[in-house]
Structure formats: structure tokens, C-alpha cells
């Protein structure tokens, strides 16, 4: 029997993630920490035209839309695959943004593979 497994993790942008589960088709999604904020995240800051790093656009609309980016991935994926969420050392950048409770609240598929 093939168990075919999907890990994520330091995500800096929750785009695309949707299509790539779709594709994969996975039997197992690990969500392997650093999913709420990253030190990559988009949210945090970019290069300008002379290499240094600066904060762009609204920080906290941003950062909260990442968020809510991880909450409906983590929906999703629990709609079509077993997920595992482990936490990572930045899931604790934002007091809250992080929460085990809402995390164990999202139904999910669970799957037995033996």
C-alpha cells in the first residue's frame, strides 16, 4: 500500500498551496510549523531597488490575512486529507494568532492506514 504524504512548512505566502494538495492528492498532509508567521512571510518586508529590507503596505491587514490564509488551508485540507499541524518557533511572533483550540475545532478527515 502507497501512503502518499505532503509537508509544508516556513510558508511565507498561503498562494498556491490549494493547487499543489489538488495535484498531490495526498493521504496525509504535515503541517510542519511556521505557518502563521515566518521570517520570509511577504507581510514582514521586502527588498527595495537598493537590496535593503523595509516594511510595505498595511503590516497588520497583511499579517491577519495570512492568518486567515492558514485557517482556510487547514479547512481545506482537512476536507480532502489527514492533517497534522505542528507548532513552530514563530507561531508564538503573535499572541493568539496561533490557537491550538480554534486549530483542533476545524473538522477533519482522519484516515486508518494499516
Known amino acids: 500500500m ?3 504524504i505532503l509537508a509544508i512548512s516556513d510558508v511565507t505566502k498561503w498562494s498556491g498551496y490549494k493547487e499543489i494538495l489538488k495535484k498531490i492528492n ?3 498532509t504535515v503541517l510542519l510549523g511556521d505557518l502563521i508567521s515566518d521570517g520570509g512571510a511577504y507581510f514582514w518586508s521586502f527588498h527595495d531597488s537598493h537590496g535593503y529590507w523595509r516594511i510595505d503596505g498595511d503590516f497588520e491587514s497583511e499579517r491577519k490575512k495570512h492568518e486567515r490564509n492558514f485557517y482556510k488551508f487547514l479547512k481545506y485540507a482537512g476536507k ?3 492533517v497534522l499541524v505542528v507548532k513552530g518557533d514563530h507561531e508564538n511572533d503573535f499572541v493568539g494568532a496561533y490557537n491550538p ?3 483542533n475545532k476545524i473538522k ?3 484516515g486508518n492506514f494499516w
Do not use: A, G
Open 101 to 103: 483550540n480554534k486549530i
Open 108 to 110: 477533519v478527515m482522519f
Open 80 to 82: 480532502v486529507s489527514t
Open 26 to 28: 495526498p493521504d496525509i
Open 2 to 4: 502507497l501512503i502518499r
